[in-house]
């Protein structure tokens, strides 16, 4: 009672704070394709300025632990996240918060970049297939800031996992990170978006193909 008590309780905190976000404009449709949408738009930044918000939303048959699973799959982690050469988990011994680091080979103009990030996960006690999965820029020691690497920072989001029955379960994807000014959008635009797309469909088929 009290776990069910505990996740309606941030449920509703998760509820406010997508209100809050709405209030900055609507997301626009950016990408798609039969199985994934993708959407974005551009809110206040906590240092002021703008930032990107993308959301992507897909069907996949599987359930909340198999999401874990595959997140905290150490090698895994560069099949499906798009240009990622190194990807690393770090458990903390408690089964619901681990720390993920992944560099990037992303081609010019971006260069190689790296991020940071702890997670931490939210299950329904009572439902497989519903939860959440919210991740945010960290520091860690074993993952140390590189003179030769970007490192990506500000970001924040979650995988929001919704029941749809009949084993199906909906994924919603947002992520929000500080944006480089050193690259105009006309070109970060387009390789940001692909990326993305790339790094969902892979994810998806993953999921729905492979016992995890």
Same mark, same amino acid.
């Given at each position: ?56 939303? #897909?069907? $996949?048959?599987? =359930? !909340? @632990? ?9 090698? *895994? ?65 074993? #993952?140390? $800031?590189?003179? =030769? !690497? @970007? ?9 929001? *996992? ?51």
């Amino acid at each position: 009672m009290k776990k069910r008590f505990i996740f309606l309780l941030l449920q509703l905190m998760i509820a406010s704070w997508l209100y809050a976000a709405q209030s900055a404009g609507d997301f626009k449709l950016v990408k798609q394709d039969e199985v994934i949408s993708l959407y974005e738009r551009w809110i206040p930044g906590a240092g002021g300025g703008q930032v990107r918000q993308i959301k992507a939303i #897909f069907l $996949v048959q599987s =359930d !909340v @632990a198999a999401v874990a699973r595959l997140l905290t799959n150490q090698a *895994m982690g560069t099949n499906w996240n798009t240009n990622a050469k190194v990807y690393q988990v770090l458990l903390s011994g408690v089964a619901d918060n681990w720390i993920t680091y992944t560099r990037y080979g992303i081609p010019w103009p971006f260069g190689d970049q790296d991020c940071c990030l702890s997670y931490h996960l939210y299950k329904d006690p009572e439902r497989n297939r519903t939860g959440e999965i919210t991740f945010e820029s960290t520091l860690h020691n074993k #993952f140390p $800031v590189s003179y =030769d !690497v @970007a490192r990506i920072t500000g970001t924040r989001g979650k995988w929001l *996992m919704e029941d749809e029955g009949d084993g199906h379960m909906k994924i919603t994807y947002m992520i929000t990170t500080d944006r480089s000014k050193k690259v105009p959008r006309w070109v970060s635009d387009p390789i940001i978006r692909n990326n993305l797309f790339s790094t969902m469909t892979t994810f998806r088929n993953i999921l729905e193909n492979h016992r995890l």
